[in-house]
């Protein structure tokens, strides 16, 4: 089945900084790959999202990239904000089949620091 | 439009009784999704239901089982429950499709934190 590698676990940045998260995915029929975003004690929400005939997708500060040939996609966030700090989840999805499933990243704790 | 509901949102069992979970998608979404989440396992696909059918099953046993009426809500059950079913249990609702524009985009609900002593 699939598995979904990400890194960091933890990252802290600096109000204003970029922040990176990196996932790879193992099973090459994935082609749907969405980011949530999960504050402590609440839903995940999700706050992008890329379909694999696509290789960015950027929204204000957020942008996601993936790259097909090695299965791996990142998000990137840019002026970081205190409000930023959640846990982010990254996952995939194969769409083509009648079977579906997101499988989860473990999550990266993000923390800005004001 | 309304999101995601589920209820409870907060339950206590001991070892060995059993608990039924409800998912209320949104409007008009057919497919509903459950995951269970802990620290250490992170979010870990459960089943999806979609038209009252299931769909696909995740690695759990035979103890967890759900079902999904006629208007999209959804239940889980859990029997006789261990100690390592403390969890958060998400469920998420999606406008499901297939073919060309096929799209699963799923919205979670606020999740049932469930505790068995």
């Known amino acids: 089945g699939e598995n979904v590698e990400q890194h960091p676990s933890t990252l802290s940045v600096q109000e204003g900084d970029s922040a990176v998260i990196k996932c790879t995915y193992s099973d090459s029929a994935s082609n749907y790959f969405p980011w949530y975003k999960q504050e402590l004690g609440k839903r995940p929400q999700l706050i992008i999202d890329?379909?694999?005939?696509?290789g960015e997708k950027k929204d204000q500060r957020i942008a996601v990239t993936l790259n097909k040939t090695a299965k791996h996609f990142s998000l990137h966030i840019t002026e970081t904000q205190p409000e930023d700090s959640a846990v982010y989840f990254c996952?995939?999805?194969?769409?083509?089949?009648?079977?579906?499933?997101?499988?989860f990243g473990s999550g990266t704790q993000l923390t800005v620091l004001p | 439009k309304a999101g995601v509901t589920q209820t409870p949102r907060y339950l206590i069992k001991t070892r060995g009784q059993q608990v039924t979970l409800s998912c209320s998608p949104i409007?008009?979404?057919?497919?509903v999704s459950w995951y269970q989440q802990t620290p250490g396992q992170g979010l870990q696909f459960l089943f999806e239901?979609?038209?009252?059918?299931?769909?696909n099953k995740g690695n759990f046993p035979g103890r967890f089982s759900g079902r999904q009426f006629s208007n999209s809500r959804s239940e889980m059950n859990v029997s006789t429950l261990e100690l390592g079913d403390s969890a958060l249990y998400l469920c998420?609702?999606?406008?499901?499709?297939?073919?060309?524009?096929?799209?699963?985009?799923?919205?979670f609900g606020p999740g049932t934190r469930l505790t068995v002593l």
């Open positions: 890329i379909r694999s005939n696509v």
């Open positions: 409007s008009g979404h057919r497919s």
């Open positions: 998420a609702s999606s406008f499901r499709t297939s073919g060309r524009l096929q799209t699963d985009t799923q919205y």
């Open positions: 996952a995939s999805n194969d769409l083509s089949g009648s079977a579906r499933q997101l499988t």
């Open positions: 239901y979609f038209s009252e059918t299931q769909r």
